[in-house]
Every structure is written in structure tokens, then in C-alpha cells.
Nanobody, 124 residues
Framework: QVQLVESGGGSVQAGESLRLSCAVSGYRSSKYCLGWFRQAPGKEREKVATLDSDEYTSYHYSVRGRFTISKDNAENTLYLQMNSLQPEDTAMYYC??????????????????WGQGTQVTVSS
């Protein structure tokens, strides 16, 4: 079973940066999709960025150019570098994994393994 543990959230001013980390353990598959999702109060959980085992990345249109997803294979850690943060980025951010293959689905319902979440709050 995959274990995902997020860290790095916090409260920042608009325009500032944060880096989220997700320690990933317990998987053996060579084909996978890892991703960052977020959920604001009263809204559905949405994809922020995904990265598959072929190193293909995909981003929500609202974060493209500001956020970067990456993975340190030696440390088995997934990162989300978030620059130029805006108040609308405020949400609980979750790390997710799908070990069925290298295809990254858009919808959160396709991911079976989740971290506990880390809060990101951006004030104007």
C-alpha cells in the first residue's frame, strides 16, 4: 500500500512562493501517476498538476507558468513549487497516486491513494 505524507503548506502574502513536498513510499510499480490536487471550502477537489512515470507533466490552466511539479527519485519525494501565489490558490492541497499505469486522469475519483493534506492560505 502506498503511503503519502505532505508537508510545506502555510500562510503567505500574494506574490510569494511555497514549496510543497510529498514523501512517497510503499510502491513497487514502474508505471504510475503522481499528482497534486486541491480543495477549497465548498468546492470540488481539482487537479493542480500531475507527473507520470514517463515524466510527462500536466497542469491546471490557472497554475500553468506559476507552479512546477517535480520528483526526486532518490528521495522518493514529489514536489510542487508554487510561485506568484494568489488568494484564489487558497485551499487544502493533497498528494495522490494512481499505480495502475502511466496515464494521469484529470478527475480525483480515479486516484485511490491520498495523503492527509496540507493547508495553503494566500492573503491579499
Amino acid at each position: 500500500q502506498v503511503q503519502l505524507v505532505e508537508s510545506g503548506g502555510g500562510s503567505v502574502q500574494a506574490g510569494e512562493s511555497l514549496r510543497l513536498s510529498c514523501a512517497v513510499s510503499g510502491y513497487r510499480s514502474s508505471k504510475y501517476c503522481l499528482g497534486w490536487f486541491r480543495q477549497a471550502p465548498g468546492k470540488e477537489r481539482e487537479k493542480v498538476a500531475t507527473l507520470d512515470s514517463d515524466e510527462y507533466t500536466s497542469y491546471h490552466y490557472s497554475v500553468r507558468g506559476r507552479f512546477t511539479i517535480s520528483k526526486d527519485n532518490a528521495e522518493n519525494t514529489l514536489y510542487l513549487q508554487m510561485n506568484s501565489l494568489q488568494p484564489e490558490d487558497t485551499a487544502m492541497y493533497y498528494c495522490a497516486a494512481d499505480l495502475r499505469g502511466a496515464y494521469c486522469y484529470e478527475a480525483a475519483r480515479h486516484y485511490s491513494d491520498w495523503g492527509q493534506g496540507t493547508q495553503v492560505t494566500v492573503s491579499s
